[in-house]
């Protein structure tokens, strides 16, 4: 079945550590984003991807990085994590074309003590 | 830089009852206007969407009502059930030629029985 998925759905972490986000579609989409999002908050982006080799950061500065070896795939990294990280992050994706829908995934909650 | 504008943030109406929520985009060459519902704890998930070239969208229950004289669109949602209950984001596309979505902040509604 095409969908979204994320992986861990939660993760704790303490302070200093690095960790990564995994982010992968069988939606067979080229573009892909990562959002912040804070508990019944807005979503803010952080990063996006028109496609493999291309990686754009969002309106929202983040300390994070991604990377783009294959379509399927979007990585978040966190290279030395903070209390500050504490948040949701969400992966989407959408067609290429003009703007539409995006689909996102399930979402990793993230703890940094 | 570009913002939208949601109102109200919290709205609660008895079941049957019609609710409506408004937004506004302050980019001009906005053209693509979702909307996302998100229940606690899951994912947001499309329920209509709307192009610069229509004015309005109706997709049973709900529509969607687009003034872009004014930069304003806004939902409404007839005969609410508690189903309904969910917080709701509206959001508007980035330039012309972008995926990119820029959120509101949100409006939790809520549909007492």
């Known amino acids: 079945e095409a969908d979204i998925y994320q992986t861990p759905r939660y993760l704790v972490i303490g302070t200093g550590k690095k960790i990564t986000l995994e982010c992968s579609q069988t939606?067979?989409?080229?573009?892909m984003y990562w959002y912040q999002q804070d508990p019944g908050m807005e979503l803010h982006l952080i990063h996006y991807?028109?496609?493999?080799?291309?990686?754009e950061k969002g309106d929202l500065s983040s300390e994070s990085t991604v990377s783009r070896i294959r379509t399927e795939h979007f990585p978040l990294t966190l290279e030395s994590a903070r209390p500050s990280h504490t948040s949701q992050y969400l992966c989407a994706s959408s067609t290429s074309g003009r703007a539409g829908e995006q689909y996102f995934g399930p979402g990793t909650r993230l703890t940094v003590t | 830089g570009e913002n939208v504008e949601q109102h109200p943030s919290t709205l609660s109406v008895q079941e049957g009852d019609s609710a409506v929520i408004k937004c506004t985009y302050s980019d001009s060459a906005s053209n693509y206007f979702p909307w996302y519902k998100q229940e606690l704890g899951k994912r947001p998930q499309l329920i209509i969407d709307?192009?610069?070239?229509?004015g309005e969208k109706k997709d049973q229950r709900i529509a969607v009502t687009l003034n872009k004289t004014a930069k304003h669109f806004s939902l409404h949602i007839t005969e609410t059930q508690p189903e309904d209950s969910a917080v709701y984001f509206c959001a508007a596309s980035l330039g012309r030629a972008t995926n990119k979505l820029i959120f509101g902040t949100g409006t939790l509604l809520a549909v007492q029985p």
């Open positions: 939606m067979g989409h080229d573009k």
């Open positions: 991807s028109y496609g493999v080799n291309s990686t």
């Open positions: 709307i192009r610069s070239n229509v």
